[in-house]
């Protein structure tokens, strides 16, 4: 999980790369990794001052292609803000 982070839909996507970078590293070992697509589902619990953490997971790994979801909740009363899903290139 991410630690918070603190505004409106810059935070969402800050929150989101957070909780993707933090899963990354520890699938990889060393790997780098380049974005592909990052593409976030909005709700409606997503207003500009709040803070926010997200949870990502590995979906699919292909030797060159890692998908994953990620989802952000508010750090305040941990409504659900918005899903993410991302395609990241494995670079070596």
Not at 29 to 49: C, K, L
Not at 67 to 83: K, Q, T, Y
């Amino acid at each position: 999980m991410s630690s918070p982070v603190e505004g409106g839909g810059a935070a969402v996507y800050q929150a989101a790369l957070d909780a993707i970078g933090a899963v990354l590293p520890g699938e990889a070992g060393g790997t780098r990794f380049a974005p592909v697509s990052v593409t976030i589902d909005y709700s409606a619990n997503s207003p500009e001052a709040c803070g926010y953490v997200g949870e990502a997971r590995i979906t699919r790994r292909t030797r060159t292609i890692v998908f994953l979801d990620a989802d952000i909740w508010r750090s305040d009363n941990r409504a659900h803000a918005a899903a993410v899903t991302a395609v990241y290139r494995v670079l070596g």
